[in-house]
């Protein structure tokens, strides 16, 4: 994730003069291997989750889906989501533009750090807010006299998302602004142009296909995260179980065909916000070459 | 042109984006500042017509937090005694419930998920919140037979015939015998499972602890896998299909055979098990700030009811009311059963000795073997 | 610093700079220092006892060994998808290209539960291993499936921009110059795309590490055989013991911070030769 800009499938790379390409029975077998590996790693677990799904049958997999513990638990997916992604987003183009559009002392630590919650075991980042705002934490007392509820409850699991999605956005944003540089902004600066404006018409044009992939990657985790909400949530049916932890708690009731149904909807989702990447993409790619 | 239409489209998602941070921002501190207003939003709807009639008495919320195994049980419960006390006193009651490991459930309530009941799996998770101040002093004693109002013992769950021959403990410590069940510390039930071995091993060792520990220690050693919960260990068993034999709760027996598959599984009840005695209580700091107290007293009393025992009976759990026990009597198989308090000194004693870091159970597991 | 004077033509560097840092200690600094706060809480002896005994560093060699596997598997492989989608034509080539994202998107209890499901030993391709004897779900190999799974697109999304970005003339030269294919790849390409490809596999080692949805289902869990050290963490929580918990999140989070540290660096030495080329 680190650094990749953007990778557009360009037509360009993979036509080739024969000299420096392999011969067609190299590709073959390279082209074998490559998709194995992936059928064995990824399609397999995918596949896996639809045929467990409707294993026993469409009825079942219609029931789960439309569970009213099912819908709500979608519905807090979703506005845990629409909350995370908006403030990470805004955070990730302030990030980039601070760190890519000026030099300063500590820009490589300040990376570090941003990129910190990617490495953090997500079971330490549900702890660390537990720690912080839950009744036997550092804030815990205060915030009970003052009736506010944070741990186990929607601001916890929004925090706790917001952890796990932090770096996306920024760390899409940080090389493809690098490797942009300032020319763009200073020659629209000695033109005239200011602070927001500047931004809006210059960077923004620039920049966008990276920002709408980091929101988008953002998007497709901050759904997923199981460790780290599992913490937090509470498990209150109906009211802080997100779709992962409605998953297995379905698992947990000995109802593996509805936990693999609701499962084959997160897949769903995946599956949608990866196209509309691709499309993203193509389109990206067109408007470019035009 | 397409560079117009495309940033005026990226503009409407930024301005979208921005006031759904606003929105969102918002949102939190409504949910924040009062505790229950989204989810009893509801139901308030719904319910103001029965009300109008007679008392006005709010709708009220109970959230129930418990361990795993009790899903179904609360599930039957919950609408049994929604309708007996809106019998009784017009209200309505929507209970909610949170489940999960009962080590973890009593921490997320010490950190302040605010349960008005806690139903765990057993005392010493209960004597965790009375430590902190959220229960008063004397909890056990607040309802009848130890504030549990139904109990369980540990049983063998088999494959069909019981190909491996296995009808008492001594049986598990066998070469090639693969036992399955959780791991005691992070399983509530599984420190049910542990306390019976040892209690065997020392009944039949002459109460010699060395002689135990070696017993409880090679059990263990034909422990494939050790998963963190008993539900987990329920689905390593029946769905992975591994080992021969799974320590569980009798009334997870029961279920397993039930949901999974009646003609795979039976039940072989050891000659000596270990009585378990899942307690209740009323978190009392937050029952009192939230102003439920009296509905949740008469949700944990009404457990003892002949309803609410008849309910924990048809779920497996061993009632303790003599009429309903005589009337599912050839349901639960009488046997010789240990108690926790009379054999091992009580939950405190046991957990110090035997589950605590440096304890028996982790000089078990000992590096090189 | 004549360079910097010339930078700060632009606007927003205080504002910007400003709101960076306030919310990542927001989000980020504050809490994780609460780790720091509760660890001190315990005395030394206590610290060192918990973070290091037989159990604890068992854990730690296990979270290790298949997190370093993995990322080994990975990079490997994740070249490989990486160099075939950016060098060969082949039918459904994007669809491929999506897929390498998915392990980012699915939740990590899912992947665990249906990697679980294949691999058990009645599973789909579990039961084809089980009579060579080789076992997958409840083992050491069964973690590190579920880690490569997890760590996958760090590698091919690192490598390919790099790999697409490569100047033919090199290639040309090297050839001109009667180099064979292989000898190129080695000796031209692989320096080239070396410091992404360990970009690549210092993150998914540094997921992997940290990983605990998708293992939990597939470890078994056994003591001192196939516990992780996340899974530790959370049996010090069952155990009320917040402490214990914390001082072990501290030694992962600075092994994940060093890790990450390292990462940079490669980094900057990867943006410090691309500006001189």
């Given at each position: 994730m680190a650094g990749a800009i953007t990778a557009h499938l360009s037509e360009e790379a993979s036509v080739r003069p024969k000299h420096i390409n392999e011969s067609g029975f190299v590709r073959f077998v390279l082209i074998g291997i490559a998709l194995l590996f992936l059928t064995l790693m990824v399609v397999l677990p995918l596949v896996t989750?639809?045929?467990?799904?409707?294993?026993?049958?469409?009825?079942?997999?219609?029931?789960?889906?439309?569970?009213?513990?099912?819908?709500?638990?979608?519905?807090?997916?979703?506005i845990v989501s629409l909350i995370a992604i908006p403030l990470n987003t805004v955070f990730g183009i302030m990030a980039a533009w601070a760190i890519t559009k000026f030099k300063f002392r500590g820009r490589n630590f300040l990376i570090t750090l941003i990129d910190l919650p990617f490495a953090v075991s997500p079971v330490i980042s549900g702890l660390i807010y537990v720690l912080l705002f839950g009744a036997q934490g550092f804030l815990g007392p205060w915030l009970d006299e003052h009736g506010i509820q944070i741990v186990f409850a929607l601001p916890g699991i929004v925090l706790a998302t917001i952890?796990?999605?932090?770096?996306?956005?920024?760390?899409?944003?940080i090389p493809l602004m690098d490797a942009q540089g300032v020319q763009e902004e200073e020659a629209a600066v000695s033109l005239g142009a200011k602070g927001f404006k500047l931004f809006w018409h210059v960077t923004l044009p620039n920049i966008k296909w990276g920002l709408l992939y980091g929101i988008i990657l953002c998007n497709a985790?901050?759904?997923?995260?199981?460790?780290?909400?599992?913490?937090?949530?509470?498990?209150?049916?109906g009211e802080t179980n997100t779709l992962p932890l409605h998953i297995e708690i379905l698992y947990n009731e000995y109802q593996f065909s509805a936990s693999f149904a609701v499962a084959s909807l997160l897949v769903m989702l995946a599956l949608i916000t990866l196209v509309a990447k691709k499309l993203i993409e193509w389109r990206g790619s067109k408007w470019q070459s035009k | 042109m397409a560079k117009r239409s495309t940033l005026k489209w990226f503009s409407i998602i930024l301005a979208v984006s921005l006031v759904l941070t606003a929105c969102g921002s918002k949102d939190k501190e409504d949910k924040a500042s009062t505790d229950k207003s989204t989810?009893?939003?509801?139901?308030?709807?719904?319910?103001?017509?029965?009300?109008?009639?007679?008392?006005?008495?709010?709708?009220?919320?109970?959230?129930?937090?418990?361990?795993?195994?009790?899903?179904?049980?609360?599930?039957?419960?919950?609408?049994?005694?929604?309708?007996?006390?809106?019998?009784?006193?017009?209200?309505?009651?929507?209970i909610k419930q949170s489940h999960g490991g009962s080590g973890k459930q009593s921490l997320a309530v010490i950190d302040g998920l605010k349960a008005d009941v806690v139903t765990l799996a057993l005392g010493y998770d209960i004597d965790a919140i009375q430590n902190k101040g959220l229960i008063n002093q004397g909890w056990q004693s607040k309802f009848e037979s130890n504030s549990s109002p139904y109990t369980s013992t540990i049983v063998f769950l088999v494959r069909k015939g019981n190909p491996k021959g296995i009808k008492d403990w001594d049986d598990l410590v066998k070469d090639g015998v693969e036992v399955i069940t959780p791991n005691p510390k992070t399983s509530g039930g599984a420190r049910w499972n542990y306390l019976a071995a040892w209690g065997y091993a020392l009944k039949h060792n002459n109460n010699d602890e060395t002689k135990a520990q070696e017993f409880v220690q090679k059990l263990y050693k034909n422990v494939p896998v050790l998963d963190s919960g008993a539900r987990g260990s329920t689905t390593t068993f029946v769905e992975r299909g591994i080992g021969d034999v799974l320590l569980a709760w009798e009334n997870e027996a029961f279920l397993s055979i039930n949901e999974l598959g009646p003609d795979k599984f039976e039940i072989v009840y050891p000659s000596l098990s270990i009585l378990a005695e899942p307690p209740v209580a009323v978190v009392d700091k937050v029952a009192d700030s939230r102003g439920t107290r009296e509905?949740?007293?008469?949700?944990?009393?009404?457990?003892?009811?002949?309803?609410?025992?008849?309910?924990?009976?048809?779920?497996?759990?061993?009632?303790?009311?003599?009429s309903v026990a005589d009337e599912f009597k050839d349901q639960f198989k009488s046997l010789e059963l240990l108690t926790i308090d009379k054999d091992f000194g009580g939950w405190q004693e046991a957990q110090k000795k035997h589950f605590a870091d440096n304890g028996i159970f982790d000089k078990i597991y000992v590096p090189g073997k | 610093m004549k360079g910097s004077a010339i930078r700060r033509v632009l606007p927003g560097f205080g504002l910007s700079l400003g709101y960076t840092i306030f919310y990542l200690s927001v989000i980020v600094l504050i809490p994780l220092s609460g780790v720091f706060i509760k660890t001190a809480g315990m005395g030394w002896s206590d610290f060192w006892h918990t973070i290091w005994n037989t159990r604890v560093i068992a854990a730690y060699k296990i979270s290790f060994l298949t997190a370093l596997s993995a990322a080994g598997?990975?990079?490997?492989?994740?070249?490989?998808?990486?160099?075939?989608?950016?060098?060969?034509?082949?039918?459904?080539?994007?669809i491929v290209d999506s897929l390498v994202d998915l392990p980012f998107a699915l939740p990590t209890a899912v992947a665990g539960i249906a990697l679980t499901t294949i691999y058990a030993q009645n599973g789909l391709i579990g039961s084809k291993l089980e009579p060579l004897g080789i076992k997958v779900a409840f083992t050491p190999l069964g973690i590190t499936i579920a880690l490569v799974f997890i760590g996958l697109p760090f590698v091919v999304r690192t490598v390919q921009p790099i790999l697409q970005d490569l100047e033919k003339d090199t290639e040309e030269a090297a050839v001109m110059l009667g180099a064979h294919r292989w000898r190129t790849f080695s000796r031209i390409i692989l320096p080239e795309i070396a410091p992404a490809l360990l970009t690549g596999f210092a993150l998914a080692f540094a997921r992997g590490i940290?990983?605990?949805?998708?293992?939990?289902?597939?470890?078994?869990?056994?003591?001192?055989?196939?516990?992780?050290?996340?899974?530790?963490i959370m049996t010090k929580l069952e155990q009320f013991d917040y402490a214990g918990a914390t001082a072990i999140a501290l030694v992962m989070l600075v092994f994940s911070f060093i890790a990450l540290l390292i990462i940079n660096v490669l980094q900057s030495r990867i943006s410090k030769r691309t500006t001189s080329a």
């Open positions: 989750v639809f045929y467990e799904g409707l294993k026993k049958g469409w009825d079942v997999y219609v029931a789960a889906l439309t569970d009213s513990d099912a819908k709500s638990a979608l519905k807090l997916t979703l952890f796990v999605t932090f770096p996306f956005v920024a760390r899409e944003l985790r901050a759904m997923g995260e199981f460790g780290a909400v599992s913490v937090i949530s509470g498990h209150i049916r | 989810s009893t939003g509801s139901t308030t709807t719904e319910q103001t017509t029965d009300t109008e009639k007679k008392e006005p008495l709010k709708p009220v919320e109970l959230l129930n937090v418990s361990y795993d195994p009790t899903r179904e049980l609360y599930e039957a419960y919950n609408k049994a005694f929604a309708a007996h006390w809106k019998q009784e006193t017009g209200q309505e009651v929507t509905v949740s007293e008469a949700y944990l009393k009404y457990l003892y009811s002949e309803e609410g025992q008849r309910i924990a009976a048809q779920n497996y759990y061993r009632p303790r009311l003599q | 598997i990975n990079a490997v492989f994740g070249l490989l998808i990486a160099w075939v989608l950016v060098r060969y034509k082949f039918p459904g080539k994007s940290g990983e605990y949805g998708s293992v939990v289902f597939i470890s078994g869990n056994m003591p001192l055989r196939t516990e992780i050290t996340p899974l530790l």
